[in-house]
């Protein structure tokens, strides 16, 4: 009798919550049920997220960082078609002032993740970080808002600091893949080689398009310090 009511009292306690503060799914904006996460039942069976490569050593995204940086592994959560719902939840992310959602997306994409056996072995969780200038204009950097949701569903460290970007140029948005390339060229510097050194880093961004960022920022990272390994995980991978 006692276990009924006290059931009851919680039923009750969660139904005046989702009255009073209802929530709604990331992605298409449905109010979400009180048995449901973050995701609305619609987009669950949808899987907006799910991993673009099988396998995550041999691929094409790990061959692009082969040579450049000291590459273990790499994966992108999703082929990234600007149309979709959920590359217009990436866009609020980046420009409306969303920085929760970031960390929402990490914390769907680690769990979804865990089970392949990707984290093992990583030691630290390191966002590609913005310029300062560009982060004070925004409020936040949206790739250490994803970092950030990893490291809570993994237990990683987040690790920010160690490598800084020097200066914001241009958006990489219209630039082809030269320009992106001389565009981000020489802008990543390493202020903190003993914090990295010996350590398995897991890289973040959101987006890849042709790699130049993550090129140019783990490239500098593996030319500073002595003994690093560095795995590669982006939100989307797009072919434009």
């Not at 990543?188 to 920022?217: P, Q, R, S, Y």
Request: proline share 4%; aromatic share 8%; hydrophobic share 40%.
């Amino acid at each position: 009798m006692h276990y009924g009511f006290v059931s009851w009292i919680k039923g009750l306690v969660v139904s005046l919550a989702d009255l009073l503060f209802p929530r709604y799914c990331f992605v298409c904006g449905s109010r979400l049920a009180a048995s449901e996460g973050e995701l609305c039942g619609w987009c669950v069976m949808s899987r907006p997220f799910a991993p673009v490569y099988a396998d995550y050593r041999d691929n094409d995204m790990a061959k692009l960082f082969m040579g450049v940086m000291p590459i273990e592994r790499a994966q992108a959560m999703m082929r990234y078609d600007p149309q979709s719902n959920l590359a217009h939840v990436i866009y609020e992310l980046k420009y409306y002032n969303k920085p929760e959602v970031g960390v929402t997306m990490g914390r769907l994409c680690a769990k979804l993740l865990m089970p392949t056996g990707f984290f093992d072995g990583i030691d630290l969780v390191v966002p590609v970080p913005l310029a300062k200038e560009r982060q004070r204009a925004r409020g936040y950097n949206q790739s250490e808002m994803i970092a950030e949701g990893i490291s809570q569903a993994t237990g990683i460290e987040m690790s920010v600091g160690n490598v800084v970007r020097l200066h914001f140029s241009k958006t990489q948005t219209m630039l082809n893949e030269w320009e992106r390339r001389e565009n981000v060229e020489g802008n990543f510097k390493v202020v903190d080689a003993a914090g990295l050194e010996g350590n398995h880093v897991l890289l973040v961004d959101d987006i890849m398009t042709t790699g130049a960022t993550l090129k140019a920022c783990g490239g500098e990272m593996g030319k500073s310090v002595g003994k690093l390994r560095i795995s590669v995980l982006t939100i989307g991978r797009s072919s434009d």
